[in-house]
Nanobody
Framework: QVQLVESGGGLVQAGGSLTLSCVAS????????MGWFRQAAGKEREFITA????????HYADSVKGRFTNSRDNAKNAVYLQMNSLKPEDTAVYYC??????????????????WGQGTQVTVSS
């Protein structure tokens, strides 16, 4: 069983930056691919990015490519989402998720086994 706790959300002006953190508790964190998703009010959950268990491979949705950076520190059981050039349309609750094994192109929520509680990001115009 893996428990995930996100932090770092908040209110930021358009063009600003935020870094989200997700810390995992439980065994074998380094064996999990990690994803970030977001859900805006009234919209469906959206895949943002994923990182392989080693951190050597990352995949980004087109909506955040070039602005967001996904990284992990297996020694700290943590993944990070650096968000730059934020836009009002980035406003959402952001969730980290863990997937046992390889990333393998997993961009659907059902592909992930464990979820955090989410952290709110609000970008003002």
């Amino acid at each position: 069983q893996v428990q995930l706790v996100e932090s770092g959300g908040g209110l930021v002006q358009a063009g600003g930056s935020l870094t989200l953190s997700c810390v995992a508790s439980g065994p074998s964190f380094s064996l999990y691919a990690m994803g970030w998703f977001r859900q805006a009010a009234g919209k469906e959950r959206e895949f943002i990015t994923a990182i392989s268990w080693s951190g050597n491979y990352t995949h980004y949705a087109d909506s955040v490519k070039g602005r967001f950076t996904n990284s992990r520190d297996n020694a700290k059981n943590a993944v990070y989402l650096q968000m730059n050039s934020l836009k009002p349309e980035d406003t959402a609750v952001y969730y980290c998720a863990a997937r046992r094994g390889l990333f393998s192109g997993a961009i659907m929520g059902v592909d992930y086994d464990y979820w955090g509680q989410g952290t709110q990001v609000t970008v003002s115009s």
